[in-house]
């Protein structure tokens, strides 16, 4: 791009290929590539140098085929249009990088796992402008130093943060996860939100900032606001994870602990509430797989309680094997839970294996894995979780019975383990406590 001495612009109504280097010349000051097609456009970005701004004016939106990385001083204005993500992330962490024309029509589109990638400075308030199927921002301050955060914003709330089934009521239909690059320090988090994103049973005047951390743990609750867009605030955020914003105890986020023990020929449940709303019962369920489970009982719950709540349920007579458990909540007006998966093994030492077994289960930092018979050469193993993605992948040494897998980067929940060689296939549940 040639600016001469003024200020050079190219308007592309196609799409954008390249890998090479998009650049102004050296006499040329703040050139601006826009996108100003009729129809969808797509963008493959190679390297964009010295101060070449961006615009979107296309009601379509472009569509993300590689990274982008806005250079120093640089602005990406969103005229009309959305900038769609896909898998690519969009980083504007340069000196001086701004957006410009932001609306509720004109925004970052994070539709799948590409996040916005900005820079937070001290006390400063940023806006990471961002949304899905609507305008969704998230708004982040540190209370010191500065460092750099990406965000994306999903159109569901799942029971385990980013897995298990979905939350429908009492909650805004909204996940943001956000991530810190380098450190997270101490973040005040800001989510925004529009009345048809509220699903049924939200209380707008009693929300709080949900943040999951092995369990769905509920902010302060408070009003957001009596006109739209509406937004709540959480101070003292020290970790990142899935954030959500819920109100009462829409969440299952009352249960702190759930357990399951051997106790001689029974298995022990307990568990502990910090509260309830409208609690009438928990269903005790079983399942010899962790995929068809059954009702084998039923606990009267507390109603409606601030105070700690202890439970206990003895299986008399479980399964042989591994045993699943969950625990389903059901409400007086029929609504109801699901929580987290747990699991006790009643295979006898030195039973026969079913080719590979891994323990514990549910486990917290480690996993050990062991083969009834080695692989004779290295064989990759792969974890997914319930909706088949890969979140953990390896190689299990040849000649080897047992290696131990750390787990510590999972979220809570159930995964599959599998493992592949030379034909030879094996595969087990576990969980991640």
């Known amino acids: 791009m040639d600016g001469s001495s003024s200020n050079g612009f190219v308007n592309l109504k196609g799409n954008l290929t390249g890998s090479g280097t998009i650049t102004e010349s050296t006499s040329g000051t703040g050139c601006t590539l826009t996108f100003d097609g009729t129809s969808l456009q797509t963008a493959s970005f190679g390297t964009i140098s010295n101060q070449v701004n961006l615009k979107i004016n296309n009601s379509s939106g472009v569509s993300l085929s ?72 998230a708004y982040l301050t540190r209370a010191s130093g500065s460092d750099t955060y990406g965000i994306s914003v999903s159109d569901q709330v799942l029971l385990y943060g980013t897995s298990g089934p979905e939350v429908t009521s009492g909650v805004v239909g909204r996940t943001w996860d956000v991530a810190a690059i380098n450190t ?18 939200f209380t707008r005047s009693n929300a709080n900032v949900s943040h999951y951390q092995g369990s769905w743990d509920l902010g302060p609750a408070g009003d957001a606001g009596a006109a739209e867009p509406y937004s709540r605030s959480r101070s003292g955020v020290m970790s990142l994870s899935p954030f959500t914003v ?72 479980p399964l042989p094997g591994i045993n699943y458990y969950r625990l389903r909540q059901v409400d007086f007006d029929g609504a109801m839970e699901y929580h987290k998966v747990v699991a006790v093994d009643f295979r006898p030492e030195g039973a026969a294996s079913a080719g590979l077994t891994a323990f514990p289960s549910p486990a917290t930092d480690d996993l050990h894995v062991r083969l009834a018979a080695p692989f004779q050469s290295e064989a990759e193993y792969t974890v997914t979780d319930l909706q088949g993605r890969i979140v953990l992948r390896g190689v299990f040494p040849a000649q080897s019975a047992q290696e131990t897998i750390s787990i510590q980067p999972l979220p809570a929940g159930l995964f599959v383990l599998s493992i592949q060689n030379a034909g030879r296939g094996e595969r087990v549940r576990f969980v991640k406590r």
């Open 66 to 137: 590689s990274s982008l990385t806005m250079p120093p001083n640089t602005t990406l204005t969103l005229t009309a249009g959305l900038l769609k993500l896909n898998s690519y992330d969009l980083t504007m962490t340069a000196s001086g990088t701004s957006f410009g024309g932001v609306s509720t029509t004109s925004y970052v589109q994070t539709n799948s796992s590409g996040k916005l990638v900005l820079t937070v400075n001290n006390t400063v308030e940023r806006q990471f402008p961002i949304g899905n199927a609507s305008f969704n921002p």
């Open 184 to 201: 997270v320090g101490s973040l005040t988090v800001k989510l925004q939100w529009y009345s048809g994103d509220e699903k049924p049973g």
């Open 246 to 317: 819920s109100s009462g105890g829409a969440l299952p986020i009352e249960l702190l602990d759930f357990k399951a023990e051997v106790i001689q020929s029974s298995a022990l449940l307990t568990w502990r509430t910090a509260s309830e709303l409208n609690n009438d019962y928990m269903a005790v369920e079983r399942s010899a797989d962790a995929i068809e489970f059954q009702e084998i009982g039923r606990v009267k719950g507390q109603g409606t309680t601030q105070q700690p709540q202890d439970y206990r349920f003895t299986d008399e007579d």
